[in-house]
């Protein structure tokens, strides 16, 4: 459902930074083991074969919020994704994506794990906004978008209720990058997910070289 389409006076740019558990911690959870793997608690697994990293991202569920009340279910789906080539434009090292939609799920956090992806590769990015408490609308701040480049090996959760472009893959090397997308969903459309609209959008530059990450 949409709520709102934002009139911007003009595009604003955004530059998008490396994807970090820390630089991302107030939009929800990052699973980036060569990032988590001194800073969280661990343990040993798998009879010695393994290391288990606790508690890396968190998993919420507030569907006993719901006006509808409808039952929720938790449930994996699959995103294949292609770029949108149609919205990126080419400079030298760097790109600039055009982003004209948020969307948040108010009651659920969603979970993006890349599937079959080289771990060094720029993959995609991902654009977030917290909600504006300074109004009622409940609505984005479209004043405080930020934007994070992701790697192969990474995977993000966002927050419950946090508002978020849909997946932007930026590798166009690749026919598309399927996502193992994690969510809790109870088949009410305005419960579920909730969009805003941006004109004419907001651009989103990334740089296209990983060795400058």
């Not at 990052?30 to 010695?48: M, R, T």
Request: charged content about 15%.
């Amino acid at each position: 459902m949409a709520l709102k389409t934002f009139q911007l006076d003009n595009k604003q740019q955004i530059v998008a930074t490396p994807l970090t558990p820390q630089a991302f911690a107030p939009y929800g959870g990052v699973i980036s083991a060569d990032h988590q793997f001194q800073n969280v608690q661990k343990s040993e697994a798998n009879y010695g074969t393994a290391i288990k990293l606790h508690k890396v991202a968190p998993v919420v569920n507030n569907f006993h919020n719901s006006p509808s009340g409808a039952k929720e279910t938790a449930n994996w789906n699959i995103f294949r994704c292609t770029a949108p080539k149609h919205l990126i434009k080419h400079g030298g090292s760097k790109a600039v994506y055009l982003s004209k939609v948020l969307e948040r799920h108010p009651f659920s956090t969603q979970t993006f794990v890349p599937m079959g992806q080289d771990k060094a590769k720029l993959s995609y990015l991902v654009i977030v906004a917290k909600t504006d408490e300074s109004t009622s609308e409940q609505l984005p701040n479209p004043s405080q978008i930020k934007a994070f480049i992701c790697k192969g090996n990474q995977s993000i959760t966002y927050g419950a209720g946090i508002w978020h472009a849909p997946m932007v893959v930026i590798d166009e090397t690749i026919p598309h990058l399927d996502f193992a997308v994690f969510i809790h969903e109870n088949g009410v459309a305005d419960e579920d997910c909730q969009e805003c609209y941006f004109n004419p959008g907001y651009n989103v530059e990334y740089t296209l070289d990983s060795s400058k990450l």
